[in-house]
Each structure stands twice: as structure tokens, then as C-alpha cells.
């Protein structure tokens, strides 16, 4: 098998680093260690270095740089936005809205804050797995203090109705965070003209590394600490700062930012050759979330009478990474709560596929995962006593 | 995350189809939990002269009913009743703990179909270890 070819489409689990990102970074591993709190000339350095990343990103969502905070990634940043600013608000209500089908950053964080006595309303999604704004009108209460949802989903692609939303929000005096993890370097983001108080992101979706990311904090929104240590990032996140992952993480998003529109419309025709091929050409196929309110990468479609982690297996054993909302590949059993959230039986949640593009996909990965794909969805149906069922079924009613 | 052996008989399951005429078929599992397995015998002399069976389910599920019916094949039936999912698990070189249901699930299927079989012959049915399977009329899928 050493010269198998292998073809990458799990772009939303993560990015391969861009060779421009890991360059900037290495030296920062190296010769430029200083510590960005010393005070002499390697330390300063650092502390520069750290200062342009956060201008870069400031400049990708159309923030002010003291507007951003570096973390950890994805997960720190809305653990940080929603328990932060639930406490600090406390005095004022002790009622938080998001929606059914977060990040689990985001749903076990509100599990959580529901033990420490806070009250979570979990908006409904629609098939297409979007939010009604009348929903959120009318789940506001005079004790809501934050509203947290997603930009876009990262196992359907649906992307929210994040302006509407911000505008209710901003009416009413009521905080908006959105887990913009997924959506960063894919949709353009401002975060003045979309109303957006809070947003996360997370460095290593969008081609560059892991464990690094940020949280936009706008000033004046309260937000009590949530590492504990230190004065770095101004007094707000305590630790000493991941010097190389901040600089490989400014480096990504002014490169993603720069090309978004291109990059992303290239991406959005590949995807949709993929998908329409698949849909008409694979029968008893459905496609998951909205059509084209969507990312540009993203396929998520349920394939009936087989299960999905016996088609990852298949796939895998061709080359090809994807992902799956069944149970059996996740270490539970119950299927995805978002393919759940959008209405799907369990059964056709158990037969989803999840396949996301990204920069380096070609027209040639394309026909080589159809081909694996078809071979892989007519193999498993040969073996299903479901597919034999409706098969029976059939010849009986012809 | 599998054995070697899971995945050999995942990608080349063995008696993998349906006997039409078969003396007896077991199905167990459930399409809400995401594997259902049937399994199908044809028996003589109190041998099981051909065994198949059909999946829907995760690798594991696949591989357990591969694995069962190469053990009971050629076996009495009640050579075969003894089969233990332990004794799959154990032929597979080992299940990830999540996928131990899936042999379960491949022991209740053969059980199932040699009771089938005995029911047509007017023989009383044996007696099935209850419930270890996960849920199926409850609506839950918890082992
Ligand atoms: C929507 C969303 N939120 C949060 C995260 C977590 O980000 P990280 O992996 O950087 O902790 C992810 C990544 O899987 C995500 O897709």
C-alpha cells in the first residue's frame, strides 16, 4: 500500500498547518524565547510579536487588538465567554439562551452552568437546522443576560441568522457570543456591523496550529477571569504566552482572511459538484442542513440501510478521512445530537456521512471519493438485512 | 482502535448472504441503536450444515457476525448454543469495551435462530439468557 493514494476531507475536524504559518513560527520555538513579561530586548521581542498577531486578528473581524484575548483554542474561549460573563452578570438575571445544536464546548459548558444554578433555554432548529428568531424573542426574559450561538455548525455547515440575532440582542441590552469556530477564514466577519459582543475561534481550522486560539471581547462587556494567575493579556488571561501558536495564529487568519472570498467560492464549487453527484447518483441519499446557507465545504448526507462507521471504516481503508454523526463511531450510543436536533430518525443519523473540503481538495480528489464512496455505500447495503427488506418490499409491489 | 482480526473480518466478512430456504433465522438488534444482525441456518441431523448472515451495523457488529457464524459452523446445535459472546470477542483478538454488545448481540442472534429452528421442528424452544442485550422496546440503546 505504499503508494496508495489517500485524500483528506475532514477539513472541520482540522487543517493541515500552512507552510507559511510554520515558518513564521519557528522562531519563536528557537532563538527568540524570551518570555513577552521580561523586560529586556528577547523579551520584548516576544511581547512585539504577540502584539502584531493580535492587530492581524483585531484586523480580520473588525475588532480593536485591546478587543482580543489569546487562549487555548476553541473550547477555552467559550468556556471562558459563557462562564465568564454568566457570573459577572450575575446580580442582573440567571437566564442564558443558546441553541440545541452547539460545539460541546458550548452545550456541556451550559450543563455545567446549569449546576451552579443558572437557567439554559435550548432553542429548537428548524430541518435545516437554523434558529427562528421569533423563538429567541420570545425565550427573552427580564433575567436574560447572554445569548450564545453558533455562526456555523460544525457537523451540518447551517449557518445562523447571526445578523438578525445580533440586532435582537443589542435592542433588548442582552450579550452576544458565537462560537465562530467553524466559521472563520470561510464566511466574512465584522463583528461591529453583525452585533457581536463575544466570539471564539480557534487557530487550527483554519490552517494554522493547534491549541491556540482567541477570544474578541468587546469593551466594556464584563467578564469575570476565568484562568486565574498571572497579569498576562492584560490582567484577563493568566499563563505565559504560547509565543509560536499566537504567531502561527496571527500569520493564518491575515493570510485566510485575505484570500476568503476566492478560496471559499473555489471551495463552494468543488463541494457542489461532489455533493450534486452523490445525491443523484447514489440513490436513497439525503442531504443534511440547508442548501446553500451552508459552508462553503461542507457535506453532510445520510446514506438509509447502512450505518456510518462501518462506511468511515471502508472509506479509510481507501485513503480517504471523513467522519460520521453515529453513535458507534463516538464512544456513545446515542447518535449526534444535531442530526437528532434537525428532525432525522435515529436510524438515518446512524447512516450520516460528513465529508468537508478544504484549500488543497482538487476535481481529482473529488472523482476518486465518489468512486470509493459509491463501492463503499453498495458494498454495505449488499450485507443489510434492512436494504434486503426494502428490496423485498419492492419486487412485492412491482 | 480494532484488532487486526476485527478488521480482516470486517473487510472480508465470511458467510456473509441469506439461505432463501432457511431451517431457521434469528434477528436481534435494533435500527434506533444502529445495528441490527439476522442470521440464517440450515440444518441436518442436528448439524449446521450452512450458516449466513446479514449486518447493519458499525465495523465490530460486521466482524462479531463473521466471527459467529465461522464458530458454529459445522457444529451440533448444541455445540453452537454454547457459544459465548465472550468466545467471539475472544476469536476477534478483542472488542474496544463500547463494541462488547456487538458480540452480544452475534451470541442472541444465534440463539434466536436455533430457537427459530427448533419452533418449526415442534421442539420447545431453549432457554435465552434475558435482557443483556441492549434495549430494544423500550426506545433506549444502553447496554
Ligand atoms: C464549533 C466548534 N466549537 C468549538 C470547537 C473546539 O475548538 P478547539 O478544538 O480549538 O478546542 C470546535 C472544534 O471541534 C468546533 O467545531
Known sequence: ?398 | MYSEKVMDHFMNPRNQGEITDADGVGEVGNPTCGDIMRIFLSVKENIITDVKFQTFGCGAAVASSSMATELIKGKTLEEAWEVSNKAVAEALEGLPPIKMHCSVLAEEGIHKAINDYRIKQGLPPWEEKAGHHHGHDDGTCET
Not at chain 1, 453532510?300 to 472509506?315: A, K, R, W, Y
Not at chain 1, 446515542?334 to 442530526?339: G, R, T, W
Open chain 1, 1 to 398: 500500500m505504499a503508494n496508495q493514494k489517500s485524500v483528506y476531507m475532514d477539513h472541520s475536524a482540522t487543517t493541515a498547518t500552512d507552510p507559511e504559518v510554520v515558518q513564521a513560527m519557528i522562531p519563536w520555538f528557537s532563538n527568540q524565547y524570551g518570555n513577552p513579561s521580561s523586560l529586556y530586548k528577547l523579551a520584548r521581542e516576544s511581547k512585539t510579536a504577540i502584539e502584531n498577531a493580535r492587530s492581524k486578528v483585531a484586523t480580520a473581524i473588525g475588532a480593536k487588538p485591546e478587543e482580543i484575548f489569546f487562549t487555548s483554542g476553541g473550547t477555552e474561549s467559550d468556556n471562558w465567554a459563557l462562564i465568564g460573563t454568566a457570573f459577572a452578570l450575575r446580580k442582573k438575571g440567571n437566564h442564558i439562551i443558546t441553541s440545541g445544536i452547539e460545539h460541546h464546548a458550548i452545550q456541556h459548558t451550559c450543563e455545567y452552568l446549569e449546576k451552579q444554578g443558572f437557567s439554559v433555554t435550548y432553542l429548537p432548529v428548524d430541518e435545516s437546522g437554523k434558529i427562528r428568531t421569533a423563538d429567541l424573542k420570545s425565550a427573552i426574559t427580564d433575567g436574560t443576560i447572554l445569548v450564545s450561538v453558533m455562526f456555523a455548525n460544525n457537523e451540518i455547515g447551517t449557518i445562523q441568522p447571526v445578523k438578525e440575532i445580533g440586532k435582537i440582542c443589542r435592542e433588548k441590552g442582552i450579550l452576544f457570543h458565537t462560537d465562530a469556530v467553524q466559521a472563520i477564514g470561510n464566511i466574512p466577519i465584522d463583528v461591529g456591523d453583525l452585533n457581536i459582543d463575544l466570539l471564539s475561534l480557534s487557530s487550527h481550522k483554519f490552517y494554522g496550529p493547534k491549541g491556540t486560539g482567541a477570544l474578541f471581547i468587546r469593551k466594556g462587556v464584563r467578564i469575570d477571569n476565568y484562568i486565574h494567575g498571572g497579569g498576562q493579556e492584560r490582567r484577563k488571561r493568566a499563563g505565559t504566552e504560547n509565543v509560536p501558536g499566537i504567531v502561527g495564529l496571527g500569520t493564518a487568519i491575515e493570510k485566510v482572511t485575505r484570500n476568503l472570498e476566492d478560496n471559499s467560492n473555489r471551495i463552494r464549487v468543488l463541494r457542489d459538484r461532489l455533493l450534486d453527484r452523490i445525491l443523484s447518483e447514489i440513490p436513497h441519499t439525503r442531504l443534511n442542513g440547508h442548501r446553500t446557507d451552508r459552508l462553503a465545504g461542507n457535506i453532510n448526507v445520510s446514506f438509509e440501510f447502512i450505518e456510518g462507521e462501518s462506511l468511515l471504516l471502508l472509506l479509510d481503508h481507501a485513503g480517504i478521512a471523513a467522519s460520521t454523526g453515529s453513535a458507534c463511531s463516538s464512544g456513545s450510543l446515542e447518535p449526534s445530537h444535531v442530526l437528532l436536533a434537525i428532525g432525522l430518525r435515529a436510524e438515518i443519523a446512524h447512516g450520516s456521512l460528513r465529508l468537508t473540503l478544504g484549500r488543497e481538495n482538487t476535481e481529482e480528489d473529488n472523482e476518486y471519493v465518489f468512486a470509493e464512496l459509491k463501492k463503499a455505500v453498495e458494498r454495505l447495503r449488499a450485507m443489510s438485512p434492512l436494504y434486503a427488506d426494502y428490496l423485498k418490499k419492492r419486487s412485492r409491489h412491482v
